[in-house]
């Protein structure tokens, strides 16, 4: 099971609204809740996770565009 903060939860809402929607959000909310929702307790472990998010987030946000 997956517990956030209210603060985290309205972002993860707002988001996945905006994508719903086809609107504009911020690439840094993607990050974020990619780290938030990953299986390893939503910790970084390496430098190279933060990375690993942040290159994903642009994929998606990319796929999305093309859509």
């Not at 903060?5 to 840094?28: G, K, S, W």
């Not at 990953?38 to 942040?54: G, H, K, M, T, V």
């Amino acid at each position: 099971m997956i517990v956030l903060t209210d603060e985290q939860a309205m972002t993860v809402h707002r988001l996945l609204t905006c994508v719903l929607l086809n609107e504009t959000y911020q690439l840094a909310d993607v990050e974020d809740a990619l780290i938030w929702l990953s299986p390893e307790n939503r910790q970084i472990l390496c430098p190279f996770d933060s990375l690993w998010s942040r290159n994903l987030a642009q994929e998606i946000v990319r796929e999305l565009k093309q859509g």
